[in-house]
């Protein structure tokens, strides 16, 4: 599933504290990003059309809850973005920022506990 930048806003919002009414997310988002709530209302009709939202009847309004999970979107695009531009390998794309940007210790230090991580978990 793919889901815009503008979707993601809105996505963030309903991951963190959903669910939330419209006018709820827009209070969320619209100020920061200089949207109407028509805008949020669109993106919402978006979101629900991808499968990416539920929407109950509360009374009188619709409650949004996220009906995919922010870790299942992340590993999605995540795998995508390997898939595309390093031919699915991790190992090239740690190469890629290595070489682009340096790794701080921190980073050096946080990768080697994860590969000694998953070592032990073999």
Request: with cysteine.
């Amino acid at each position: 599933m793919r889901i815009s930048s503008a979707e993601s806003l809105v996505m963030d919002v309903l991951w963190r504290d959903g669910p939330r009414t419209a006018d709820q997310v827009c209070a969320a988002v619209a100020a920061e990003q200089n949207w109407t709530a028509a805008t949020v209302k669109t993106l919402l009709s978006r979101l629900l059309t991808k499968g990416a939202l539920t929407a109950e009847r509360d009374g009188r309004r619709y409650l949004y809850r996220p009906a995919l999970s922010r870790d299942d979107y992340v590993h999605g695009e995540s795998r995508g973005v390997i898939e595309r531009l390093f031919g699915g390998q991790v190992a090239p794309l740690v190469a890629h920022f290595s070489a682009r940007e340096r790794l701080t210790p921190e980073d050096i230090a946080a990768l080697k506990r994860l590969i000694e991580e998953m070592d032990d978990g073999r």
